[in-house]
Every structure is written in C-alpha cells, then in structure tokens.
C-alpha cells in the first residue's frame, strides 16, 4: 500500500517524518532485530562442531522428533476443526453464533499454565476420570498425548479465526451457484470455497504450526520434563539455559528461530501473492470466473 | 431443495460442521474450563479466599497485571508512531520491517526468554549499557516489562495498520482546507478514527500479556515478592502437588482478565457511539 504520490499537504514536515521513522526504526531493532541476531551470534560462537554435537545429542534429537510429532497432530486436528467451525459460522444463520465465536476465541485470553492446569485437574491421580486412566493403564499427563492436547488447546482459534472473517466477506452466493449447477456439500467445498480460501488457510496453518512448536507455558505444566521421553524442543532449551549449558540452549533455539523466520517468509508470500490476486482481479472486472479459474489442489494436500 | 425459499439453509452441511465444531470445542475447550471451575468452587468460599488473599498471591497478582499495563501503553504509543511510519513513510528495508513486527507471534516464547535476558543482563549486550547509568533491567519487574514489550508488539501494530490504510485521505484534505495543521487533523480526524483498533489491540496485548509465561520466567528472576508472576506462582504451587491452591489462583487470574476484557470492550462501545464508527 505505497503512498508514493502523496502530495506535500498530506503528510508532515521533513523533521517530522525523519524522528518518527528513527524513533520506530530504533524501537524494532532493540526489540525483535538485536533479540534475533543474538539468538544466531551465541548459538555459534562455539562453532560449528558444538552445533553439531548439540543438535545430534540424542535428548535434542528426541525432543526435535516430539515437537514434529505433537505439530503434526494437532495442526490437522485443529485445521478440520477451523474449517467446520468456519463453514457453519459463515454459512448458516443460527443463535447464540457470537457467543460461539467467544468460546472459540477463549483460548487466546487463557494463561497457557492454566491451560496445563486444567488438563492437570482433568487427566490427574486425583480425578475419577485420572484414577480410572491409571487403573488401565493409559497415560496422558507426563506422557506424549498429554503435549498433544495441551498444544491443540493453545493453538485451537487460529484456524478458525483467520477463516471467518474471510469466508464472512466473500460471501455465499458461489456455493449456491454451485449447488443450482448439481454440487453436493462437499464438493461445494473442496472446489469453490477451498480455492477462495487457500491463502488464508495456509495463513492460519503455518500460524498454528509456528505456535504448536514454539508452546512452553502448557505443555511445560503438563509434560513433568522426563528426558528425551517427553521434552519437546522448548522445554530441552530451558533444561540446557538452566543448566548454565547457555550456548547449548542457544543453539537449540536457533532451530525454532529458523522456524520463526521461515513462517514470516512464507507468511510475507501469502500475503504478496494475496496482494497481488487481489490487484489482478480489481484489473478484470469482478465476476465469478476469476473465482473458479484457481487451482484447487494445493491446499487439499498441504492440510 | 429451493434457493429463493430457503436462502439460509441452502447449503448443506450445517448438522456435520456445527456437530464437530461444538463436539471439539466441548472436548478441548469446554470440559477442562468446566473441571477448573468446579475444582474452585469444592474449596468452599473462606479457603479460596485465604489462599488468593495471601501476601505472596496479591503481590504476584499486582506484579502480572502491573508489568502488562505498563507493556501494553509502552507498545500503544510505539506500536502507534510504528505503525504509522510503516502505512505513510517511504524509506528502504521497509518492506523486511514490516515482515518482522510479526516476529514476536512465530518465535516461541522460551527463546525470546532467554534472548532478552542475555541482552539485558548486567554482562549483556544492553545490560552492559544500562548499568552505566546504573539502570537494572534483567531479574526485576522491569525485565518482566521487556519481556511483555516484546510479546505483545504485533498486536498492536497490526491492528492499527489496517485501519490507518483505509483511512479516506478526503477526509484529511477537507481538513486541511478548513485551516487545521497537521497535528489537528491527527488528534481530531485520525486519532478517533483509529480509536477502536488501538483498543482492540491493547485488549489482546494485555490477556496476551497478563498470561504470558514462557519468555517472562528467564527475565524475571522469580523472586517471591518482588519479581513472581502469577502463572509462575502457579506452577510453583503445582511442583508441590498442591492443586487447591493453584486452581484458586488460576481461577482469580480468569476472572480479573475477563474483567478487563469486559472493560475495554465497553470503552470500546462508548467511543463507538461517541464518533459514530460501525
């Protein structure tokens, strides 16, 4: 959204200008620039051989694979969740619908250590549902299934959020045009509304992946930190820092920075493409056909 | 199946989605809120009150909320002039900054813990600054205020933004034609039209912040009574299998967010009607 031909009335002086963009400049390079080049400088500054041996010590290539394992079941989990709470919520006139849309965003206003917390009071020794779980012997608290339900709690709204308010302003006349052509529900779906939605769910999918495997709060509470059998990358980073192992922490979290970095980009992509959909199809005239001409497939398979 | 007749239940599918929608919102969301509060209200009101009245509970509570007050008007007025360089000014690297606000929401919190703390630490980057002038960021509530800085960034930066791109420069125009200078028009054309967003933010800033807990424990110090945070606190009580007095605290935490949530969204109603905004 450039401004470049903004005439000299619509904008203040030079001085102005010039302080204001130092001051912002200033604040988001000792807020996020020097915290993110430090992360890189001390995860290296005892080469590339304790890199190496850091990331290949088998505790970190545990919590590596844990924190891949819990991502890759909660983000499909919540992204079906996302889009049914989105397809029902955009598409249908209920009651009580805001009030849905609170309760989805709950999560969001909750401390993750009361999220750990509630799973704790749930899944406990101390609940009957936890005392029957320990009497058959299926292990959720300080167990995998247990990260994995916590994270899905923290990571439950994204979906869902990004896709409402899309789904709200596209509308719903082409799924009807769809089903006056014959489509059932599904395909409706899968062949209008997906390709509609595609950039805003991958949105909503790489959010929800960068949090799944960044959470520490909830799953700190809920895991009870048993080495290399339920630490997830987070947790091994704070192991390491608290056993003064300060570069080794850096290096591990040198990986979820790497992951930090390679969401902004993809995310900077999303939106550029969007951008550019957007100015293409404000070029056209508006009609349907641009809407039925994307491709489809991508999504399906990414999610 | 008649489109003309039915216009809201055309579609179909509303049974399946609304079903599994409300099924996963009970399974994940609902139950445990529901076990939480029942949990609270078996202590019995003189326990729950005894335990959340305790010295070390009311300092950690004014500590949490105190810091993520004091982040959240920090990040409103810097989130602000940000915000604004980005949609109006034109310099180079614009681009990759306004790709990085969005930092704080992709890094997990336990890195950006243990980043700001070596910055901030006497012997860091800044910390070795600040000491000159004999300034102690790291282990105080002032580290906490970093940390919380830091996370909640983006939530305003990036709901003001949308809104100043939007803005209809006629509007400005027809100011400045009327005679008001330029920062007229900013506190009597933008500003209340930029009112809403900046207040939607600051409440997302600040549960986001009165929650966080991942990069504050590195920062913090954790010293009882000067530099705890609530949901440490919590945690704390946890390792010593005391579930009571964790439930009653997280409890109280719930509610004084929801309280403040309440609040801003009511200011937020009442500046909607002040300046007739949607």
Redesign the interface.
Same mark, same amino acid.
């Given at each position: 959204?450039?401004?470049?031909t903004?005439p000299d009335?619509?904008?203040?002086?030079p001085l102005?200008?010039w302080i204001?963009?130092a001051?912002?400049?200033a604040?988001?390079f000792?807020? *996020?620039?020097?915290?993110?080049f430090?992360?890189f400088s001390?995860a290296i500054s005892k080469g590339f051989e304790f890199y190496q041996a850091t990331i290949m010590h088998s505790d970190a290539m545990a919590a590596i694979s844990l924190t891949l394992l819990t991502a890759a079941i909660a983000v499909p989990?919540n992204v079906?969740?996302g889009?049914?709470?989105a397809?029902?919520i955009t =598409?249908? /006139?209920?009651r009580g619908k805001s009030f849905?849309i609170t309760?989805?965003d709950?999560?969001?206003? %909750?401390?993750?250590?009361?999220?750990g &917390?509630? @799973? &704790?009071?749930?899944f406990?020794s101390?609940?009957t549902l936890g005392t029957w779980l320990i009497e058959h012997d299926y292990k959720i608290i300080f167990a995998v299934p247990g990260i994995v *339900?916590a994270t899905?709690?923290v990571t439950?709204p994204f979906v869902a959020r990004e896709l409402i308010p899309l789904m709200q302003a596209q509308g719903?006349d082409e799924? =009807?045009a769809a089903?006056?052509l014959g489509a059932?529900?599904?395909q409706?779906?899968l062949k209008v509304t997906l390709p509609k939605i595609k950039w805003g769910l991958l949105y909503g999918i790489i &959010?929800t992946n960068?949090r799944a495997?960044?959470?520490?709060?909830a799953v700190? %509470?809920i895991s009870g930190h048993i080495r290399g059998a339920t630490n997830t990358?987070?947790?091994h980073?704070?192991i390491l @820092?608290n056993e003064f192992n *300060?570069t080794g922490?850096?290096v591990c979290?040198s990986v979820?920075?790497l992951?930090? *970095?390679a969401?902004?980009?993809i /995310?900077?992509i999303i939106e550029w493409r969007q951008n550019k959909l957007v100015a293409r199809s404000l070029a056209r005239t508006k009609s349907a056909q641009t809407v039925f001409a994307m491709p489809a497939r991508q999504v399906a398979t990414a999610s | 199946m008649n489109i003309l007749q039915k216009q809201y239940s055309v579609l179909p599918g509303f049974g399946l989605t609304f079903g599994l929608s409300l099924f996963w919102l009970c399974l994940i969301v609902l139950i445990p809120f529901a076990v939480l509060f029942g949990q609270a209200g078996q202590l019995g009101l003189n326990h729950f009150l005894e335990i959340v009245t305790s010295e070390r509970v009311l300092h950690s509570l004014k500590i949490t909320f105190g810091t993520s007050l004091a982040a959240v008007l920090v990040n409103l007025v810097f989130g602000l002039i940000t915000a604004w360089v980005l949609v109006r000014y034109q310099f180079p690297g614009k681009k990759i900054v306004d790709a990085f606000i969005d930092l704080p929401f992709a890094l997990p919190t336990a890195v950006a813990g243990i980043a700001l703390t070596t910055l901030y630490a006497p012997n860091g980057l800044i910390g070795q600054v600040l000491q000159k002038f004999d300034i102690k960021v790291a282990f105080t509530p002032v580290g906490i205020t970093v940390a919380l800085i830091f996370i909640s960034l983006p939530f305003i930066v990036r709901t003001v933004q949308p809104v100043l791109e939007d803005l209809e420069v006629e509007l400005e125009d027809a100011a400045t034609c009327l005679g008001a200078s330029r920062w007229q028009i900013f506190a009597n054309v933008i500003f209340p039209a930029i009112t809403p967003a900046l207040l939607t933010g600051a409440a997302m800033a600040f549960a986001r912040a009165a929650g966080e807990y991942g990069s504050v424990i590195f920062i913090a110090g954790n010293i009882p009574l000067v530099s705890e945070i609530t949901p440490l606190l919590i945690t704390a009580k946890l390792e010593q299998f005391d579930y009571k007095g964790a439930t009653a605290i997280a409890v109280t935490m719930l509610f004084i967010s929801f309280l403040v949530l309440l609040l801003i969204n009511l200011i937020q109603r009442w500046s909607n009607r002040r300046y007739g905004m949607n």
């Open positions: 959204m450039s401004h470049s903004t009335f619509r904008t203040e002086q102005t200008r204001l963009t001051i912002a400049l604040f988001v000792i807020f *996020i620039a020097l915290p993110l430090l992360i001390e989990l079906v969740f889009a049914c709470a397809w029902a =598409h249908f /006139k209920f849905l309760l989805i709950l999560p969001f206003s %909750v401390s993750p250590v009361v999220a &917390l509630m @799973y &704790l009071l749930l406990g101390q609940s *339900i899905t709690f439950f719903s799924e =009807h089903m006056v059932n529900g599904f409706a779906f &959010l960068a495997m960044g959470e520490f709060g700190s %509470v990358i987070p947790l980073v704070e @820092y *300060i922490a850096f979290a979820l920075a992951l930090a *970095i969401t902004l980009v /995310k900077t | -």
